[in-house]
């Protein structure tokens, strides 16, 4: 079922689609040395294989798991050989290349360099981390996203003609969410679920119940409507702090295949929407949730984003950021022509001075307190109050130091050479 042209990979259009760079290096024959960076079953391999079939070059494979530095000395030794004797040079696809040690890896450096060989390295790992510095500057490096449930779909559908049977929407549809992206366990899951419809005889028809004894999780069953109803009742009992029903509906949208980088995306909003400056540390906590879910994957990183749940839903809360926004925004399009007062533009060009821009500026850092009485805003604007710190969590330390800064004392005088260092920043 591999590919057999370029045309017949799904995904990755960013990199394959027509006119765009590793396609038109492919197309051209005029590809050097590359490192292939991406997700489990996103197509490094077949890729590479595409890459020998489009070439005029020999193509040998060495799998960092297993190969020694033995193996890829006999490789640049073929490749001597082959470009002395046919003049023909040599790809070199290089599973696993983030297992090679440093050792194996500066064994490849002479002949990448000289061009003897056309490394096509393939990697899980972030390579800045795991290959060599010198190789990785003299190779170019490609990122392949995971498929989207579109492109799994897709790739289901052929396999179906492959097995001669078919399959309900529900059924791949489940299938793709469980994959995660990742198009050789979708097929395996696939034949899987076939196997178990064949039981059942001709017609072969894969069922919802087939996808999910394939996949070991129950389905949505629901409509649109009801999906977002279930984000709602998760999102809403985070917001009310309860943490063992938020737990319950993270619980309900991973067995039954939510996309877990979406249930991600709605913590991050939450952490910033719902707790906000009360505990500032909650954005924080749901971005790294939410970064573990792309690095890990399931089912590793329920853990990461249930201790994210935990700590949202037993944190302080606050709208106040929410709320403040919209009243600034609310200004910022509706109240005059919000003109930069004059000593808060820019004054590091010439000329700048003798049009009054930064002349008054007051620079914090010379104040022992470290900021100063001065006037950041519009005319217009300028008495309206848009944040206002709640008296929960962090909100309250906050409230205190808005409050120290409400009625400051008079600013201490500048001397003549404060004012000049003054001038010089702008």
Avoid: C
Wanted: no cysteine.
């Amino acid at each position: 079922m591999r590919p057999q042209r370029l045309d017949d990979i799904v995904g990755q259009d960013h990199l394959l689609g027509p006119g765009k760079p590793l396609r038109t290096l492919i197309e051209a024959d005029r590809l050097s040395s590359v490192i292939l960076w991406g997700p489990p079953g996103t197509g490094k391999t077949t890729l590479a294989q595409l890459i020998a079939r489009s070439s005029e070059k020999a193509f040998e494979q060495l799998s960092a798991v297993t190969a020694t530095v033995k193996d890829v000395r006999e490789v640049i030794a073929a490749a001597e050989m082959r470009l002395g004797t046919k003049e023909q040079g040599t790809i070199l696809f290089l599973d696993e290349v983030h297992r090679f040690n440093k050792a194996q890896q500066d064994a490849l450096l002479p002949s990448t360099e000289s061009g003897l060989l056309v490394l096509i390295g393939a990697t899980t790992e972030n390579p800045f981390f795991e290959v060599n510095p010198p190789l990785l500057s003299r190779s170019t490096l490609f990122r392949l996203d995971a498929l989207d449930d579109e492109a799994i779909v897709t790739l289901l559908r052929r396999g179906l003609t492959f097995e001669d049977a078919t399959a309900t929407e529900d059924a791949l549809a489940h299938v793709a969410s469980r994959a995660a992206g990742d198009a050789r366990h979708a097929l395996t899951l696939l034949e899987v679920a076939v196997a178990l419809a064949a039981a059942r005889g001709t017609p072969i028809v894969v069922g919802i119940e087939d996808a999910e004894n394939a996949a070991n999780a129950k389905a949505l069953r629901h409509g649109r409507d009801a999906h977002y109803d279930l984000i709602s009742a998760f999102i809403k009992s985070i917001r009310g702090s309860d943490v063992d029903a938020s737990l319950y509906w993270l619980a309900r949208m991973l067995d039954a295949g939510e996309d877990a980088r979406f249930i991600a995306r709605r913590l991050v909003i939450l952490a910033s929407e719902d707790v906000g400056m009360a505990d500032p540390m909650s954005l924080v906590v749901a971005d790294s949730a939410a970064r573990a879910v792309e690095f890990v994957g399931l089912p590793e990183a329920q853990l990461n984003l249930a201790q994210a749940v935990v700590h949202l839903a037993t944190a302080p809360k606050s709208n106040r950021v929410t709320m403040a926004l919209g009243r600034a925004q609310a200004d910022a399009r509706g109240a005059g022509r919000g003109e930069v007062p004059m000593h808060l533009r820019d004054a590091h060009y010439k000329g700048a001075r003798t049009l009054g821009h930064g002349v008054g500026y007051e620079y914090p850092h010379d104040d022992p307190a470290g900021w100063v009485v001065q006037e950041y805003r519009p005319a217009e604007v300028r008495d309206n109050v848009y944040y206002e710190p709640s008296p929960h969590g962090h909100e309250q330390e906050i409230a205190r130091t808005m409050t120290t800064r409400s009625a400051p004392a008079p600013a201490p005088a500048v001397s003549k050479n404060e004012q000049a260092g003054d001038d010089e920043r702008g």
